[in-house]
């Protein structure tokens, strides 16, 4: 895919963006789950996936939520059904690399360090990694068309309730 290179997005794009990329992680920090699917296409995906697989072109992973109306139902889960211990994040952003993909749309790369904090009050570091986005923009709004979360360790949590 032909990309217009980096140095070619404007200031005001790139502040868009990262304004983007923070509202999702405040909204996961600050328990807003259910404001999490609207930041997506109706049919984008979301997949958590270990590096070593992604890199290996290997599309399973640890979670796969294919469409905003799965990951309504992941919500509705997580507020209804399952069980688990309460915790919390807190999201570490860098600074991301954005290119314009020929077809219009912004592909997205940004690291992330992910803290979570028990009902015990113990911090730790969960997960580490990279978002790999494709974002667009409808009617205005930029939401993202798909999200690879590529964690850095093949050793994850079970208790990954929560989207990362």
């Not at 270990?50 to 992973?61: L, N, S």
Request: net charge negative; proline share 4%; aromatic share 8%.
């Amino acid at each position: 895919m032909d990309q217009i290179g980096p140095a070619a997005i404007g200031a005001a794009l790139r502040e868009r963006v990262e304004d983007f990329l923070a509202e999702i992680a405040f909204a996961l920090d600050d328990d807003r789950l259910e404001d999490w699917p609207g930041f997506f296409t109706e049919d984008a995906a979301y997949r958590i996936v270990p590096r070593d697989g992604y890199e290996a072109g290997r599309p399973i992973g640890i979670l796969l939520c294919e469409g905003r109306g799965m990951m309504q139902d992941r919500v509705l889960a997580l507020r209804t059904a399952n069980i688990f211990e309460p915790h919390s994040y807190c999201h570490l952003l860098g600074r991301p690399r954005i290119a314009r993909a020929a077809d219009g749309a912004l592909t997205v790369r940004s690291s992330f360090v992910l803290y979570r904090t028990m009902q015990g009050g113990g911090t730790e570091v969960f997960a580490a990694g990279k978002y790999v986005d494709r974002i667009v923009e409808r009617d205005g709004a930029l939401l993202l068309a798909g999200r690879d979360v590529v964690v850095e360790s093949r050793r994850v949590d079970i208790l990954v309730v929560l989207p990362i």
